[in-house]
């Protein structure tokens, strides 16, 4: 079992930057990781994964802002998130997807216009 404790959500005005991190318990290398966020009265969606061997994938609303990285060796995952708008406010989380799926908390993210 893996768990998972994302940090360094907050507030931001909209055109900052934010850097989320994202630290497992236990090896990550064979997971596909993951940053998904949910908004209020919205369901949860993907923003950005990053397959075992490092290839990155965005959704469309997040292309050439956010960058997704992995250190297999700290067992981290790290959400770069620039030129940040009000409507990427939500609890961002952390996923690690195997066999079996394993989830973060979350962190909160607001970005104020």
């Known amino acids: 079992q893996v768990q998972l404790v994302e940090s360094g959500g907050g507030l931001v005005q909209a055109g900052g930057s934010l850097r989320l991190s994202c630290a497992a318990s236990?090896?990550?290398?064979?997971?596909?990781m993951g940053w998904f966020r949910q908004a209020p009265g919205k369901q949860r969606e993907y923003a950005a994964i990053i397959t075992p061997g490092g290839s990155p994938n965005y959704a469309d609303s997040v292309k050439g802002r956010f960058t997704i990285s992995r250190d297999n060796k700290k067992n981290t995952v790290n959400l770069e998130m620039n030129s940040l708008k009000p409507e990427d406010t939500a609890v961002y989380y952390c996923?690690?997807?195997?066999?079996?799926?394993?989830w973060g908390q979350g962190t909160q993210v607001t970005v104020s216009s």
């Open positions: 996923k690690a997807e195997g066999a079996v799926a394993y």
């Open positions: 236990g090896s990550i290398y064979r997971f596909t």
